[in-house]
């Protein structure tokens, strides 16, 4: 009973794309984590590739919202989608790994995209479930060696966790500060200050942390895990001082953010749901089962050169733009080792 209860919640939850009749179906669906679509993180970028991808080729979408932070509750919530007819089911973040095992394993004619994880042991290599990484050592290291490009030598990394993810980030950015910096010849003039805070969520002690990094003298703030870069704003404001977003484009949540450390989950999405159907309604045999690792070579990672996002003054997108080709095609090599710190000639200040 209980079950059937969360049933209904989460089909009474989930907001239709249009004015459709109550017993309309939908083929792809979203089921947000924790957030909404409108997060301006991985649950919005997500929701704007299936949009994008199901409006261009004609096909129902609709995007569901669990009733809670639970396992339990986003398996219910992928099922409520199944019950409305889902056949591809988009699911954003780490938080799904063990919920999208269970229901690939589960639901052998159900597709399951799950980005920026792979599943729990159970669902590993099952054929439909295509499961996406990313290179985020390229996206760090091309925000390292811009904010050095466009003047800035003080800088800080501000790290959530020290999981995989953002070490990678961070050893990506101290190379991409050290490239830059040599090939200006200002490698003596650097400050980088490299500290985790093991939360992913604001907190005061943050605020007061990077309160002393900008009294300091540091300059911009690569903040790096979830709502961190919250605290970190707060203390840029109040130091007239500038913040680099993560995952996605956070231009709009303040204008001190003078660019981001993206991955492409729209590109991603997209170019998944592409291939699916191209396929007829399978995984290609590359992918079923499988965990890609993408990165600039597929054109999933990167810095956001809209207009209103881009705030490097000194540092222009066509040099950008050159600097991306480069990393794409190998000629610069971008290190994702995270057992070491990167081999570089600039110091760092790694804070306990």
Request: hydrophobic letters at 45%; glycine letters at 10%.
């Amino acid at each position: 009973m209980k079950k059937l209860l969360v049933l209904l919640l989460v089909c009474m939850l989930a907001v239709p794309f249009g004015a459709l009749a109550s017993d309309e179906t939908y083929e792809i669906a979203l089921v947000t984590d924790v957030g909404n679509i409108d997060d301006h993180s991985f649950n919005q970028s997500s929701w704007e590739g299936v949009k994008d991808f199901a409006e261009t080729n004609g096909i129902t979408y609709n995007y569901y919202r669990p009733s809670e932070d639970s396992n339990e509750a986003r398996i219910d919530t992928i099922e409520a989608a199944i019950a409305k007819g889902a056949k591809v089911v988009v699911l954003p973040g780490w938080l799904f790994a063990d919920s999208a095992a269970t229901i690939a394993g589960k639901y052998a004619d159900i597709n399951v995209l799950l980005l920026d994880s792979g599943p729990a042991e159970e669902g590993a290599g099952l054929p439909n479930i295509y499961s996406i990484l990313y290179q985020e050592e390229q996206a760090g290291y091309f925000a390292g060696y811009a904010a050095v490009k466009a003047g800035y030598t003080k800088l800080g990394f501000l790290g959530g966790m020290d999981v995989p993810a953002v070490v990678r980030y961070g050893y990506g950015f101290v190379q991409g500060v050290n490239d830059a910096a040599v090939e200006l010849g200002i490698e003596d003039e650097i400050v980088l200050k490299y500290w985790y805070s093991q939360v992913f969520w604001p907190l005061d002690e943050i605020k007061i942390k990077m309160d002393g990094w900008y009294t300091e003298g540091i300059e911009v703030v690569f903040a790096c895990g979830g709502g961190i870069y919250l605290s970190c704003v707060a203390a840029a404001e109040q130091a007239g001082a500038k913040v680099i977003g993560v995952d996605t484009d956070q231009a709009l949540d303040s204008e001190l953010i003078i660019t981001s450390a993206m991955k492409a989950l729209h590109n991603s999405v997209v170019k998944s749901l592409t291939a699916l159907y191209a396929n007829g309604g399978e995984w290609p045999e590359h992918m079923a089962g499988a965990v890609e690792t993408l990165g600039a070579k597929d054109d999933c990672v990167g810095l956001p050169t809209d207009e209103g996002s881009w705030r490097l003054d000194g540092f222009t997108v066509e040099e950008y733009e050159e600097l991306f080709a480069k990393v794409k095609s190998g000629e610069i090599a971008v290190s994702d080792n995270i057992d070491e710190r990167p081999e570089v000639v600039i110091d760092v200040d790694y804070q306990e």
